[in-house]
């Protein structure tokens, strides 16, 4: 502002004595008047900030006691997946806790059953969960209703009632619910139909607990002062250790028989050759090494030579004279979808295809089952309860997978009448099949959202269920007899005419009816032998049980029920009686030293009838029509008195000690074989003092392609086989597959073997130049091996920087 400016403003105000009325600045006056006014403005705007906070902070005092006098609905589970897929679909004014399995159990430290008092159990809060007991204690408190959601099996029958039991909440009322799946409709539909907890199934599951208490706390301490300390003994793993015992038993006993066949290849005009088996002689050949020419023709001796003498002979009798044949058989063969999954045949499979144990099978399922991020979907349940023994679906769920099989396949692969499958006689169907939620989960589309095992493991289980309702497929098959005077030889072939449920599965233990082709043959047609070639045989001891063929016996003997085969598999391995070697279980030392004492003091325990028989009795009280007391009563009694007699009559029981040629590196002693649960190991026998260990190497013969040492089996951290130079470290050839002792007909190298998950074999040249190596499909899973190996090495080295 200039100086005229301000004097022109002085004069319009008048003089400063006629404004403020004293000798004072005009300008100076305005300011004060101006603050004044600013700081009452601010002052009113503080008041009524505070005002309002107070309004608001009244207003969640009130909202927080209304919600503490009127908590809603709490609804337990067992555990946090679960709660968060689960909490999703309820909604507001639901909360969903997860009580992390049981609350309560019988003491770790004691017996916990009063025997003299009808068997009365001693239940104690589980160590360590003490706050969480106090946390879900004051949710209860607040709720208005309490839902108590654990699974719907005798298990969770008896979580819920220990829930009952620790928030007050009567376990008659319509207090529980149960759902076969987690998907919105289903928990839905739950909570509209609550209802009390079933006894019967509590009180089957108590019975079930007692029992094994009563086996492993009075029969333990017998093996400790008998046997070696740490040893426990169990109701229904004894019994499998035995039958373990028995089927490597029958393996030593064998012995095995050579035989031969006789391969036919033959031709008919120009079209390709074909094989065929010689099937039978004039005469007893193996008697005569001869064969009369008046046999009437399509009759004779089954082909039974047993040395390679006889087995040439027969092979130059099939080359002499002329084959015709003799018979054509047409026919068509269907082969019907298998049901939807059981538990027992999804460990089964999961096995045989997968390679999964049955404990990583049941792992991978119930993470299926509780509930999977999809994205913007949220967490969702993607397949039904997995322990189960039921075939059954609902009406629903078949007829989505009509829908879904006509639209994407066409209405010709859909039956008729939807496909029923009937039970087992020992099947209680509690629970629907082991099934996808919902047929439009398909694997592939949501694949990003899954890990590779619940992937493989969903898309198992989604195909089966698929296929399950689909028609059969069809083979066209075609069967003839061929003749060479007293000579008969037999070849098949079939065809795929249309895949039917192929179109979405193959069974695993048929991988698909494959094609063999025949040519076009009439009865009468001549036939030119290309060759026969004599091929050696031996008859091979049957097989160890793996984690398919074991649970495959369990349930056909009755024992166990689907939510105890991968326990029983995990207990036996854990206690050291049994080994996984190469995915068969091997008995220890250590295992048939306890089964032959067990079987001659306690025959019951290890008697797969009377097991059986137990089973069901368990489920004759989980029905209502057997009181757990009796049952607790009728075994404890002989029981106790076998207990009695055995601690007489056993002394202590040596278990025999395999002396190696190796010295220990330590302390010189003679190292010993031991057994471990990933098989058999050196150790030095001056444990304490010394716990020096090796692993015990088995000496293929074969020798190291690299240098001159010879291969031998070793065994992985995890248990598994693989095969190594015996001059390790200094030579550093190592490999998963086994070595073969024939040498590549090409070049000479060393032949590997490579086993497929689905059983297949697969031979290759070790040496990558060799010819018989370009194109071979082993290239490929080389390739992923070393891949997989080298993200090992360079997670380890970034791990130690």
Request: hydrophobic share 35%.
């Given at each position: 502002m200039s100086k005229v400016q301000a004097e022109a403003e002085i004069k319009e105000a008048g003089s400063p004595v006629e404004a403020a009325g004293e000798k004072k600045p005009v300008k100076a006056a305005a300011k004060k008047a101006a603050a004044k006014k600013t700081a009452a403005t601010k002052t009113a705007a503080k008041k009524t900030t505070a005002a309002k906070t107070a309004a608001k902070k009244t207003a969640a005092k009130k909202t927080r006691a209304k919600k503490e006098e009127k908590g809603g609905t709490l609804v337990l589970v067992e555990s946090p997946t679960k709660a968060k897929t689960i909490e999703r679909y309820l909604g507001k004014g639901y909360t969903v806790r997860a009580s992390m399995g049981h609350l309560r159990d019988l003491p770790k430290s004691q017996f916990g059953i009063d025997v003299e008092n009808n068997f009365e159990p001693k239940y104690i809060n589980i160590r360590g969960k003490g706050d969480l007991i106090k946390?879900?204690?004051?949710?209860?408190?607040?709720?208005?209703?309490?839902?108590?959601?654990?699974?719907?099996?005798?298990?969770?029958?008896?979580?819920?009632?220990?829930?009952?039991?620790?928030?007050?909440?009567?376990?008659?009322?319509?207090?529980?619910?149960?759902?076969?799946?987690?998907?919105?409709?289903?928990?839905?539909?739950?909570?509209?139909?609550?209802?009390p907890i079933n006894i019967d199934r509590v009180d089957a599951q108590q019975a079930r607990r007692m029992l094994d208490r009563i086996v492993g706390y009075k029969l333990s301490p017998l093996l400790w002062r008998k046997v070696r300390k740490g040893l426990s003994a169990g109701r229904v793993q004894s019994v499998t250790v035995?039958?373990?015992?028995?089927?490597?038993?029958?393996?030593?006993?064998?012995?095995?028989?050579?035989?031969?066949?006789?391969?036919?290849?033959?031709?008919?005009?120009?079209s390709n050759q074909f094989g065929a088996d010689l099937v039978a002689m004039g005469e007893d050949f193996s008697r005569t090494g001869e064969m009369a020419d008046d046999m009437p023709p399509i009759k004779g001796y089954k082909l039974d030579i047993h040395n390679q003498q006889d087995a040439e002979r027969a092979a130059a009798l099939a080359a002499e004279g002329t084959w015709s044949v003799a018979e054509v058989?047409?026919?068509?063969?269907?082969r019907k979808a298998a049901a939807p999954f059981t538990t027992s045949s999804l460990q089964q499979d999961a096995a045989r295809k997968l390679g999964f144990t049955s404990r990583k099978t049941m792992m991978v399922a119930q993470q299926l089952y509780e509930g999977i991020d999809l994205g913007r979907k949220g967490p969702s349940g993607l397949i039904t309860y997995m322990r189960t023994d039921s075939t059954r679906i609902s009406e629903v769920a078949q007829a989505e997978a009509k829908e879904y099989i006509i639209d994407h396949f066409g209405q010709e692969y859909y039956p008729e009448k939807a496909n029923v499958y009937s039970a087992s006689k020992k099947s209680q169907d509690a629970h629907e099949a082991i099934r996808p939620t919902s047929v439009g989960f398909v694997p592939e589309e949501i694949e990003k959202y899954l890990n590779k095992d619940q992937f493989r493991l969903y898309q198992l289980i989604w195909q089966r269920f698929v296929a399950s309702q689909m028609v059969p497929a069809v083979f066209d098959t075609l069967s003839?007899?061929?003749?060479?005077?007293?000579?008969?030889?037999?070849?098949?072939?079939s065809q795929l005419k249309f895949p039917g449920f192929q179109a979405v599965y193959i069974m695993a233990d048929n991988e698909g009816d494959k094609d063999m082709s025949l040519p076009e043959l009439a009865e009468g047609d001549e036939l030119r032998l290309m060759k026969a070639v004599p091929k050696q045989h031996f008859t091979e001891p049957p097989p160890r049980y793996?984690?398919?063929s074991l649970v495959k016996l369990l349930e056909e003997k009755g024992i166990g029920r689907p939510s105890t085969y991968a326990p029983i598999i995990e207990t036996i391995l854990a206690r050291g009686y049994v080994s996984r070697i190469s995915k068969a279980f091997q008995p220890t030392e250590l295992g048939f030293v306890v089964v032959d004492l067990l079987e001659e003091y306690f025959k019951d325990i290890v008697d797969e009838k009377f097991t059986a028989t137990m089973e069901s009795r368990l489920d004759g009280i989980a029905g209502g029509e057997l009181g757990y007391q009796k049952l607790l009563g009728d075994f404890y009694t002989p029981f106790a008195e076998e207990l009695a007699k055995a601690d007489e009559a056993i002394g202590h029981v040596e278990l025999p000690v395999e002396v190696s040629d190796v010295p220990c590196d330590l302390c010189g002693r003679m190292m010993v074989v031991k057994q471990g649960r990933f098989g058999k190991?050196?150790?030095?026998?001056?444990?304490?003092?010394?716990?020096?260990?090796?692993?015990?190497?088995?000496?293929?013969?074969?020798?190291?392609?690299?240098?001159?040492?010879?291969?031998?089996?070793?065994k992985s951290r995890r248990g598994k086989n693989f095969y190594g130079c015996k001059n390790y470290p200094e030579c550093d050839f190592v490999t998963w597959?086994?070595?073969?002792?024939?040498?590549?007909?090409?070049?000479?190298?060393?032949?590997?073997?490579?086993?497929?998950?689905?059983?297949?074999?697969?031979?290759?040249?070790?040496?990558?130049?060799?010819?018989?190596?370009?194109?071979?499909?082993?290239?490929?899973?080389?390739?992923?091996?070393?891949?997989?190996?080298?993200k090992a090495k360079e997670s380890a080295e970034s791990a130690s920087e």
């Open positions: 946390a879900l204690k004051k949710e209860a408190a607040k709720a208005d209703k309490v839902y108590l959601a654990s699974d719907p099996d005798r298990e969770g029958e008896a979580i819920a009632w220990h829930l009952a039991h620790l928030f007050d909440i009567d376990a008659a009322s319509p207090c529980r619910i149960v759902f076969n799946e987690i998907t919105k409709p289903a928990i839905q539909a739950a909570i509209k139909e609550p209802h035995k039958l373990i015992c028995d089927r490597e038993k029958a393996i030593q006993a064998f012995v095995s028989q050579e035989y031969w066949t006789i391969d036919l290849k033959l031709k008919k005009g120009k058989k047409k026919r068509q063969r269907s003839v007899k061929l003749q060479n005077g007293g000579l008969q030889a037999a070849a098949s072939g793996n984690d398919a190991f050196l150790a030095c026998p001056g444990f304490p003092e010394c716990r020096n260990t090796k692993p015990l190497l088995k000496d293929t013969g074969i020798k190291c392609p690299k240098c001159d040492g010879t291969i031998v089996e070793r597959d086994v070595p073969l002792e024939e040498k590549c007909p090409k070049c000479g190298s060393l032949q590997l073997k490579h086993v497929y998950r689905n059983g297949r074999v697969l031979p290759y040249c070790s040496n990558d130049a060799c010819e018989t190596r370009i194109n071979h499909p082993i290239n490929k899973e080389l390739a992923k091996q070393r891949e997989k190996a080298a």
